[in-house]
């Protein structure tokens, strides 16, 4: 079992920042992956980033150069920066990670991060 709890959403201006915090507990041996999903009004969950246990990354497209995952592993921590943030990047944003032989998927809470315009 592993356990998430994502923070660090709000309301920001356009241009502006938000870092998101992802604390894992519980089998956090046994995660392979962790990243950040974003799922929007009337739109569908998209993968926003992901980093592995052997820190490789994943940006999608539409938020790279503005967003950057990282990982403290001293704190069981995942980091999404979010920056030069744009109405667009609103949503509900949820820290995820894959675990076990059969990649579970475990979910944080969510966290929302509005952006204005």
């Known amino acids: 079992q592993v356990q998430l709890v994502d923070a660090g959403g709000g309301l920001v201006q356009t241009g502006g920042s938000l870092r998101l915090s992802c604390v894992a507990s519980?089998?956090?041996?046994?995660?392979?992956?962790m990243g950040w999903f974003r799922q929007a009004p009337g739109k569908q969950r998209e993968l926003v980033a992901a980093?592995?246990?052997?820190?490789?990354?994943y940006i999608t497209d539409s938020v790279k150069g503005r967003f950057a995952i990282s990982r403290d592993y001293a704190k069981n921590t995942v980091y999404l920066q979010m920056n030069s943030l744009k109405p667009e990047d609103t949503a509900l944003y949820s820290c995820?990670?894959?675990?076990?032989?059969?990649?579970?998927?475990?979910w944080g809470q969510g966290t929302q991060v509005t952006v204005s315009s």
């Open positions: 995820y990670a894959d675990a076990g032989s059969d990649n579970f998927h475990y």
């Open positions: 980093i592995t246990s052997g820190d490789l990354t």
């Open positions: 519980g089998s956090i041996f046994s995660i392979n992956a």
